[in-house]
Antibody
Framework: EVQLLESGGGLVQPGGSLRLSCAAS????????MSWIRQAPGKGLEWVSA????????FYADSVKGRFTISRDNSKDTLFLQMNSLKAEDTAIYYC????????????WGQGTLVTVSS | DIQMTQSPSSLSASVGDRVTITCQAT??????LNWYQEKPGKAPKLLVY???KLATGVPSRFSGGGSGTHFTFTITSLQPEDSATYYC??????????FGQGTKLEIK
């Protein structure tokens, strides 16, 4: 069974940093592209970043480019999101999701981890 | 960037009813359109991909249609467990995915 389990969320002050993790199981992690998608309180879904399964390409939404860094450790079946210079508008539930390759549907999602940026 | 306009933002219907949600793209996205279901506290779930293909294990009362800029998502014979928020999402642009604003479906 495919499982994605996010962790690392919490309360952080504006300007601070946080590192999210997504532990994957039930599939060959290195064969798939992985993304982070977020949902601010009362808002819709927003794609944040993607990491291709092969070739190592990384992609970012304009709203986080230069502040967030996506990475993955295929030996540990884990995806990461390093978030720096956090702003109040980054407050959201952060989901990790799997897709066959970048720019294909997200066929499995985790249940999310909440990030709150507030003083 | 491609913008997705989803409507209605909310609707209420009864068990057994048929409901349709629409999604409009600001430019031609061919058939690169997916539909997801989101329930509180649960992982979002892919229901329809490539505009009209049903994801594995999804009941046949769910369906999708359309191409280009106009898309529809239909649930026939509503069930109580269909109460959720539904999102369309385009992936025609290789570098960016865009979601619609969501449609909250309430079962009376």
């Amino acid at each position: 069974e495919v499982q994605l389990l996010e962790s690392g969320g919490g309360l952080v002050q504006p300007g601070g940093s946080l590192r999210l993790s997504c532990a994957a199981s039930g599939f060959s992690f290195s064969d798939y592209a992985m993304s982070w998608i977020r949902q601010a309180p009362g808002k819709g879904l927003e794609w944040v970043s993607a990491f291709s399964g092969t070739g190592g390409g990384t992609f970012y939404a304009d709203s986080v480019k230069g502040r967030f860094t996506i990475s993955r450790d295929n030996s540990k079946d884990t995806l990461f999101l390093q978030m720096n210079s956090l702003k109040a508008e980054d407050t959201a539930i952060y989901y990790c999701a799997r897709s066959a390759v970048v720019a294909t549907p997200f066929d499995y999602w985790g249940q999310g981890t909440l990030v709150t940026v507030s003083s | 960037d491609i913008q997705m306009t989803q409507s209605p933002s909310s609707l209420s219907a009864s068990v057994g009813d048929r409901v349709t949600i629409t999604c409009q793209a600001t430019r031609d996205i061919r058939n690169f359109l997916n539909w997801y279901q989101e329930k509180p506290g649960k992982a979002p779930k892919l229901l329809v991909y490539d505009a009209s293909k049903l994801a594995t294990g999804v009941p046949s009362r769910f369906s999708g249609g359309g191409s280009g800029t106009h898309f529809t998502f239909t649930i026939t014979s509503l069930q109580p467990e269909d109460s959720a928020t539904y999102y369309c999402q385009q992936y025609d642009n290789l570098l960016f995915y865009t979601f619609g604003q969501g449609t909250k479906l309430e079962i009376k």
